[in-house]
């Protein structure tokens, strides 16, 4: 077994999606829908992707089609998809955003979840990332509190389940911490579960720790080999971190920030930029 995927057992994916593992096990057999990743005993453990398969699966089959068919509809559906975060006619940003400026509690919870469910780990973490950054921008602070409320709790929980299963005595720790003080939680959390999908535990520094000396220290004390800068300023301190990578070549550094590919930094052996 080789992956660095978070990876949840049979019995938690029946939980999360609703199928049996009857199901699971004929959907994999009969069909090829998912190919589990097996254990070195021959357990099956499922990845996110997997999991966001069966969902689709479920909802493709109470749509009326049938199970056998599923397998293409989906590939197909992928290699159809598109930068844009809309199924259909539903828009999930414009909706969300909708939601939110009436702070209405039961839409943006209903909208959370549509969300959530029905759209894949890139594009969610997209689409949090640009809702964060416009309410951010509202004048309205009682909107971005609001936010911030509802928003939360599911980054932690879809954390926790992402970590659950990691094997903690050879995971690779990274240190993850905003670029600038003020930078919202919210932000934070969605950079810490990209991580975590990637096979990252996070050691999560919700303060702004300032001088290079300092920082270093606090990774070799809990032994992170890595080190991820969460920028939504648009105020990425490339002369910084590039300083910090050469004093560091061994340690691996991310970086989230607006056009982040296009920065000179990008190009370093150990970097790796996510643009936000």
Known sequence: ???????????????LTGVNSITLRAWE???GLIEPVRTDGGHRLYTLEHIDTIKAAVKMTKEGIPISQVKARISQIKLNKNDEVITGDYDYQSRLMDALETLDL???NQELDQVFMNIGDTWLFKLLFEVNQSVSVNSNPAIFTFWES??????????????????????KKIWVQADYSNSSQVGLLIAVNVLAKNGYYPIINHKLATQNQSLFECMQQTQCHALAVVDEKQLFDETRWASWTDSHPSLEFHYFTEHAEELAIAKKIQVTAYSI
């Open 1 to 15: 077994m080789t992956t660095n995927e978070a990876l949840y057992p049979i019995r938690e994916v029946s939980s």
């Open 150 to 171: 509802e928003v939360l709790p599911r980054l932690y929980t879809r954390l926790r389940f992402a970590l659950r299963y990691m094997a903690l005595h050879a995971c």
């Open 106 to 108: 039961e839409s943006v």
């Open 29 to 31: 057999r009969r069909y």
